[in-house]
Nanobody, 115 residues
Framework: QVQLVESGGGLVQPGGSLTLSCAASRISFSIYRMGWYRQAPGKQRELVAT???????NYADFVKGRFTISGDIPKNTVDLQMNNLKPEDTAVYYC?????????WGQGAQVTVSS
């Protein structure tokens, strides 16, 4: 069974930093893009950042300059370094992996930004 396992969530004060990590396993097809999405209470899931096997990255405007995505697509891993966190960044963060056949999601990691 395919697994995407996220780690690194937690509680942080405004202005603090957290790093989320995701590792995918038991995927039969080659992954060509991995990324992070988030969903806050009462809101739709939204894209945060993606990393392609070509090395190209894409960020949502609201995280540019604060978050950095990195990883090793052939090894099925992706990280999200989050700096200068704001209360509005509070959400469940989901790892996503896309192959030529399926898209996979992790179980989510809670990130809470609060003083």
């Amino acid at each position: 069974q395919v697994q995407l396992v996220e780690s690194g969530g937690g509680l942080v004060q405004p202005g603090g930093s957290l790093t989320l990590s995701c590792a995918a396993s038991r995927i039969s097809f080659s992954i060509y893009r991995m990324g992070w999405y988030r969903q806050a209470p009462g809101k739709q899931r939204e894209l945060v950042a993606t990393l392609s096997s070509s090395g190209s990255v894409n960020y949502a405007d609201f995280v540019k300059g604060r978050f950095t995505i990195s990883g090793d697509i052939p090894k099925n891993t992706v990280d999200l370094q989050m700096n200068n966190l704001k209360p509005e960044d509070t959400a469940v963060y989901y790892c996503n992996a896309i192959t030529t056949v399926f898209a996979y999601w992790g179980q989510g990691a809670q990130v809470t930004v609060s003083s």
